[in-house]
């Protein structure tokens, strides 16, 4: 075994450590231990840190005689997809797993490292017991270090459907989203080994749900972009398995986000927050299970092993000590408060959750229909893309109400004079958008419905700043523009959290767009035919071949008109992969030609020796507004993350004290009421 | 040139052009090759048509030779892209002869079919070259056996019985005690390798000439040196053996160290052994084996969860006290 295995071995021993020494320390009250502990989760950050460089170091040296290396890389492939390959398999990926969750773990000691936190140790001891689960895996069932003999010359290479930019980005930030979440699932069970139920909880592990939030939204758009330009189908959601298992643990999150202001502002919910964050931690182990088990066929499958039982069996240890815990605190997380009126922003995310819940259990019946028809019919019956949309959509255009309606309801009581105060506006000029639409062709019904809700949004979200502004601007005096930034600036959070709505509108204006006016058409040209799609026509040039470093490309160009007017040329192209062991793969590369407002999307579906080809064309409207709303997203997440950061060092231990002590008194009157 | 002549001469390219008469013709005799290649007449032939890999035509040409040991077959309807192989039964056994393609240009062609008499003698049948690949992992030794097998004779060997069953087979070939994972290279090979007890068994009819196939298969092993006996059944040309992990030692009787030795990029030992006679035995000391053992991991884990234990034992005893 090679050395970044000895490596591994000692980041087990040292987690091992922690949890012992983390535990140990809180029932002893040791601080000596509990610090020992901390020294350990840096240990164990290190030892694995300089086991994943072994491993890439092992990658760029073309080191075959490492099994994995051999399995994923060879001597052609470039540099920067000879270091993604580190976790473009199953071994791989879960030492780059493990590797964040040190990170994570390390990273949260070191930014609590003056921090009074009473929950740190539960935390990092809960931490360091999810990464000692994994380096088992990674030891004993997934070592990525195992030899190879005898050595072969070259490596089978790395899938060229994988040689693509979003695939760069797109499993870490995917892992990042999986291990973020370990955070708040580690407060959740300190909140609940140690009986503080309050908000603290959720204040302190606010910033790290955002972040593994977003970093698990981009993964999924990440995803979605380079199924649409590598998989060739014009299309960026399939609901498959693996799709889904990524999906999953987004939706519980998303609740999770929202549910939290429910417990800060009303102190309701506290049930809710500590199953879904436990429930988000589950559902990211039940994604990797479906996965890596061999349960369920799909395209990305990692296909069947020994791994899927041993993530059986940890997210059955985390029921088990989740579901007695919570068993165990029942009384204490029961809600002070209670529902008291319908119209109120209490009961809108309520629904809201339930909403998510749903959409939880459609969408995960059907990923597991083909395991769990197999058990009971001993046939695999898969549930396909009809089942999903059908149910998917009427939900989703729901929540995109919910959404949009939710700014116009205050916390516990919302008047109907105020309701209709509110939405009267917007909602006229719903309408009157809707009608608009009508008039210019826009006749699909659940098209004008997303569209009219939307822009409903829009206007009760520009309806609220503009009061507040207006209402600035006469109290103060002040200028349009200082008034805004004040107006702005006093309601951060707030506003982010509608920019990172307006960024979900632009992705569900894009799902409209890509999905309903989508145009399509398949045309076999011979050398200066054109085809026409849309106000579109394209005259096929020449078929022309290119040799890279690693592959032959052959490219089909394209000269593509719009009004009589040259916009340019496309280049769909079809790229063959060599590699020294004897195989040739292909990939068939799209060309894609962007505007705000459509995509005009070309596949070279094949080409006969007459160089003559045939091509698939497509018009995607709105496409470009999905990967839009993505960065608006972010950008929302990534204001509320700086804004809480700069508010938590001016104020540190405001918001922490006061719900604390409430809650803290409230338990106290409870005990004695005992 | 007369009118007349240009006529008689038109009309004869007319007759004779291939763009009139499509048809095709296939012509051959029969041979029988273990009789100084005397002609064989009142046999069977019968022409197989293949489209690529695929028979899509078996039964609709069937000739006897006449007295001189010909055949002939009209092809209705030429297609270039259909195959035609003549194949002959005698004495119950199949032999075919070479393919050919009939197109527009190659109207007519020929193809022989060589038959042989039987013989159950296996004095002809030799090894005539053995590779031997070996490769060790701790626990489990790989063996992977190339043969090309020859039979020098002009006669068919038909094989033995399976002792008390109504199976022939034509070439045994004795595994090791304890064989495991047995893998035959191709799938069309898998049709006549058997496994029976102890052996794997060649099933098909060896006619004259040499034909090559593969197979690997695993043995288990525990200590440092294991060692293959195995009975020399054949008369054995050579034996190239290849062992690929460089710490292994190889030694047995004839057996010489020829230095390393590369293919495909892959680094291995050879050895070499040659002119083994039946009643002869090869045996193969294979020593400084890779040996399982528990390894360092396990005892980590075990340790540390003994270590855990202790320590949780010590931290409620503590706490309580």
Redesign the interface.
């Known amino acids: 075994?090679s050395f970044g295995?000895?490596l591994l071995?000692l980041a087990?021993?040292a987690s091992?450590y922690t949890?012992?020494a983390g535990?140990?320390g809180i029932?002893?009250n040791r601080k000596s231990l509990i610090k020992n502990a901390q020294i350990a989760i840096y240990g164990q950050c290190a030892f694995v840190t300089l086991s994943i460089l072994l491993l890439a170091y092992a990658f760029v040296t073309r080191d075959f005689s490492i099994e994995y290396v051999a399995d994923y890389s060879d001597r052609s492939l470039p540099l920067i997809y000879t270091l993604s390959a580190v976790y473009a398999g199953q071994d791989g990926s879960l030492l780059f797993w493990t590797w964040l969750l040190t990170a994570f773990n390390a990273l949260f000691i070191f930014v609590n490292r003056k921090s009074d936190d009473e929950f740190k140790p539960y935390v990092f001891t809960v931490h360091s017991a999810v990464t000692f689960s994994f380096l088992?895996l990674a030891?004993?069932t997934s070592n990525p270090f195992k030899k190879l003999?005898?050595?072969?010359?070259?490596g089978f290479g790395l899938n060229p459907l994988l040689q693509n930019p979003e695939m760069i980005f797109h499993p870490p930030s995917l892992f990042l989203g999986f291990v973020g979440f370990t955070v708040p699932f580690a407060y959740a069970l300190a909140a609940l080994i140690k009986g503080n139920l309050s908000t603290e909880w959720l204040d302190r592990s606010r910033n790290w749900t955002l972040f593994a939030w977003i970093a698990l939204t981009i993964g999924n758009l990440l995803g979605a972009q380079w199924a649409y330009v590598e998989l060739g189908w014009g299309g960026y959601w399939a609901w498959d398995p693996v799709e889904n298992a990524s999906l999953l643990p987004w939706l519980t999150g998303t609740a999770f986000v929202h549910s939290v202001m429910v417990q800060k502002s009303r102190k309701m919910m506290k049930i809710w927050n500590v199953v879904l964050s436990i429930l988000t931690f589950l559902l990211t182990i039940l994604g990797t299970f479906i996965t890596r088990s061999g349960i369920i066929s799909s395209v990305h499958a990692f296909g069947e092993s020994n791994l899927g039982t041993l993530f059986l069996v940890l997210m059955g240890f985390v029921v088990f000590v989740s579901v007695f815990l919570i068993i165990f605190r029942w009384s204490e997380l029961k809600s002070a408060k209670r529902i008291e009126f319908l119209l109120s922003r209490d009961v809108s995310f309520l629904v809201n959750n339930l909403i998510f819940i749903v959409l939880l259990i459609v969408i995960l019946v059907g990923t597991l229909y083909p395991a769990f028809s197999e058990l009971f019919i001993g046939q695999q019956i898969t549930k396909g893309e009809d089942y999903f949309n059908r149910i998917s959509v009427p939900i989703g255009i729901f929540l995109l109400f919910l959404l949009s309606i939710c700014p116009i309801f205050s916390w516990r009581q919302t008047t109907g004079k105020n309701i209709i105060k509110k939405l009267l506006y917007p909602f006229i000029v719903s309408i009157f958008f809707v009608f608009i639409l009508f008039i210019m062709g826009v006749h699909h019904f659940k098209s004008m419905l997303t569209l009219g809700i939307s822009s409903l949004a829009v206007m009760i979200i520009g309806v609220e700043i503009y009061a507040n502004l207006i209402n600035r601007m006469a109290s103060k005096n002040e200028y349009f523009l200082i008034s805004l930034i004040h107006v702005l600036k006093l309601n951060t959070r707030r506003y982010a959290g509608y920019l990172i709505h307006i960024g979900v509108i632009l992705i569900y204006l894009a799902i409209v767009g890509t999905t309903v006016y989508k145009n399509e058409t398949e045309i076999t040209l011979q050398k200066g035919e054109e085809a026409v799609i849309g106000k579109y026509r394209l005259v096929y040039n020449r078929m022309g071949e290119r040799r890279n470093s690693n592959k032959d490309v052959l490219i089909a160009e394209l000269d593509v008109f719009k009004d009589f007017k040259k916009l340019g040329t496309v280049e769909p192209r079809r790229n063959f992969y060599r590699s020294t062991m004897g195989q040739i793969r292909y990939t068939t590369e799209v060309a894609v030609r962007s505007n705000l407002k459509e995509d005009l999307y070309v596949i070279l579906a094949s080409y006969q020796e007459d160089e003559s080809a045939t091509f698939v064309l497509m018009v995607n409207p709105l496409q470009i507004w999905m990967w839009i709303g993505g960065g608006v997203i972010a950008l929302g997440v990534f204001i509320i993350i700086v804004h809480s950061i700069k508010n938590n060092k001016t104020e540190p231990k405001q918001v922490q004290t006061n719900s604390t002590i409430a809650d803290n008194g409230k338990r106290k009157r409870r005990k004695k009421g005992r | 040139m007369t009118i007349s002549y240009k006529i008689i001469l038109f009309s004869l390219i007319i007759l004779y052009s291939p763009l009139w008469s499509q048809t095709g013709k296939l012509t051959g005799f029969v041979y029988n090759g273990s009789t100084d290649s005397s002609i064989v007449p009142n046999v069977d032939v019968n022409l197989l048509v293949y489209r690529g890999h695929s028979l899509i035509d078996d039964s609709s040409y069937t000739k006897k030779t006449d007295v001189r040991g010909k055949f002939e077959f009209t092809i209705p309807e030429l297609d270039s892209s259909l195959i035609y192989y003549p194949s002959a039964t005698f004495n119950s056994i199949v032999y075919y002869g070479d393919a050919v393609r009939l197109t527009g240009k190659l109207t007519s062609a020929a193809s022989d079919v060589v038959v042989y008499d039987t013989t159950s003698n296996v004095d002809k049948i030799v090894v005539q070259l053995e590779h031997l690949f070996i490769d060790a992992e701790p626990g489990k030794l790989y063996f992977r056996e190339i043969y090309i097998i020859n039979n020098l004779g002009n006669k068919t060997y038909i094989g033995k019985h399976f002792d008390q069953q109504d199976k022939h087979y034509t070439l045994q070939f004795p595994l090791p005690d304890g064989f495991q994972d047995v893998e035959i290279s191709t799938e069309e090979a898998q049709n006549w390798l058997k496994i029976n007890g102890k052996s794997l068994y060649h099933t098909e009819l060896m006619s004259p000439g040499s034909r090559q196939f593969s197979f690997r298969f695993a043995v288990p092993y525990k200590k440092k040196d294991w060692q293959l006996s195995r009975p020399i059944i054949y008369p054995i040309g050579a034996i190239n053996i290849f062992v690929s992990n460089p710490e292994l030692v190889l030694e047995g009787p004839g057996i010489q160290a020829m230095g390393d030795f590369g293919i495909r990029g892959t680094n291995y030992q050879r050895y070499s052994v040659q002119h083994l006679m039946p009643g002869m035995e090869l045996i193969l000391s294979v020593k400084n084996l890779p040996v399982k053992s528990i390894s360092l991991s396990w005892i980590v884990l075990i340790g540390v969860i003994v270590l855990l234990i202790i320590g949780f034992g010590y931290t409620l005893r503590k706490s309580k006290s």
């Open positions: 075994m295995y000895y071995l087990f021993i091992a949890i012992w535990a140990s029932k002893l088992i030891i004993y003999s005898p050595v072969p010359p070259d």
